[in-house]
């Protein structure tokens, strides 16, 4: 009995330890979701977590799919709340088979936000453009000295 306590219990804890960090750092799936973050806030009794929710719709007039998601990057957090009202594009992870939802509520672990910029045809209608990278600010010039 004595030895199962100093060997089985070390060894269950070390296999417990290993299937965790399998599971956070392997992805199941990763990918893109574009539309518009509805519901963004951070959630947990213990471990508190960005949760959030992003509304999808494919054709205007269309019924809205919902895209739930966590983030656990406090920048990336940050960058959700900057943007929210604009059309997004989302890039998550999914994670599957963790233990608890300490972790976070919902399998896909959002790591990078990029707004998506839209060309208004009609009032109500819009048309996605592709991202543009944002050219850096021009450079301060000092203004000079009269002569």
């Known amino acids: 009995m004595k030895r199962f ?17 399998v599971v956070l750092h392997w992805n199941y799936s990763t990918g893109e979701r574009a539309g ?7 959630k ?7 949760e959030g929710e992003l509304a999808m719709v494919s054709m205007p ?29 989302l890039h998550y992870d999914e994670k599957v088979g963790l233990p608890s939802t300490c972790f ?7 790591n990078d936000i990029m707004i998506v910029p839209e060309i208004p045809l009609a009032p109500g209608v819009v048309v996605p453009t592709p991202p ?5 600010p021009p450079p301060a ?3 000079s000295a009269p002569k």
């Open 61 to 89: 007039g269309a019924a809205q799919e919902k895209f739930f998601f966590t983030v656990w990057d406090e920048e990336t957090a940050q960058k959700i709340n900057k943007a929210m009202g604009q059309r997004v594009s």
């Open 44 to 50: 947990g009794w213990v471990c508190k977590t960005w």
């Open 36 to 42: 518009w973050v509805q519901k963004f806030s951070k």
């Open 5 to 21: 306590f100093f060997i089985g219990f070390p060894l269950i804890g070390v296999l417990a330890a290993l299937y965790v960090y």
């Open 104 to 110: 976070g509520e919902t399998r896909h672990w959002v």
């Open 141 to 143: 010039v000092a203004p």
């Open 132 to 136: 543009q990278p944002v050219p850096p």
